[in-house]
T-cell receptor, first 116, second 115 residues
């Protein structure tokens, strides 16, 4: 199994508070991703990173920010949590040096976030 | 941009029956396709992936998928369902976004296996 650790695994927070989720990898993969999973929507990309301090937005990035100061860590911050951000958040990593290699995407175990 | 469509949010089969989960992609170039499985309260695990080496791809747990360019499909099959196959299944493809290859996932199909 790929070495990906997400923390916290479960969190309940109040509306309006900031929340930070952490993803830590031991695989030295260049790409890291944050997805949210909601019923009926599958996995939707929030933000991704293609290197230290290199990040970009995904399709559902509003209300979220990310940082990557080290290869192994990718932080997702909910600046002011809302009930619509109640979800399961997955971190993923890959090393797609080029698409022809079809490199596997590895997932963390998920972080369950409830905003009340 | 490439995308994937999974037909059927739920598929129900009897134990021992054929499993068929459908995935179609939209692309004009050969894609790189994946099937993932998610068991309850867990992350996603790779079942198999297509990387143009062979059109019929065999994966773990007896699953296989066939890439059909003419139909833009990559359906997942298993000859005989087991109770332990009950899970959520996701089809995925790499999409080019701003110079980066980003995995894009279908909405998922929940496989229900009846005794």
């Amino acid at each position: 199994d790929a070495g990906i650790t997400q923390s916290p695994r479960h969190k309940v927070t109040e509306t309006g508070t900031p929340v930070t989720l952490r993803c830590h990898q031991t695989e030295n993969h260049r790409y890291m991703y944050w997805y949210r999973q909601d019923p009926g929507h599958g996995l939707r990309l929030i933000h991704y990173s293609y290197g230290v301090k290199d990040t970009d937005k995904g399709e559902v990035s509003d209300g979220y920010s990310v940082s990557r100061s080290k290869t192994e860590d990718f932080l997702l911050t909910l600046e002011s949590a809302t009930s619509s951000q109640t979800s399961v958040y997955f971190c993923a990593i890959s090393e797609p040096r080029d698409a022809s290699s079809g490199n596997t995407i590895y997932f963390g175990e998920g972080s369950w976030l409830t905003v009340v | 941009a490439q995308s994937v469509t999974q037909l059927g949010s739920h598929v129900s089969v009897s134990e021992g029956a054929l499993v068929l989960l459908r995935c179609n992609y939209s692309s004009s170039v050969p894609p790189y396709l994946f099937w993932y499985v998610q068991y309850p309260n867990q992350g996603l695990q790779l079942l198999l992936k297509y990387t143009s080496a062979a059109t019929l791809v065999k994966g773990i747990n007896g699953f296989e998928a066939e890439f059909k360019k003419s139909e833009t499909s990559f359906h997942l099959t298993k000859p005989s369902a087991h109770m332990s196959d009950a899970a959520e299944y996701f089809c995925a493809v790499y999409t080019m976004v701003g110079g980066s290859y980003i995995p894009t996932f279908g909405r998922g199909t929940s496989l229900i296996v009846h005794p």
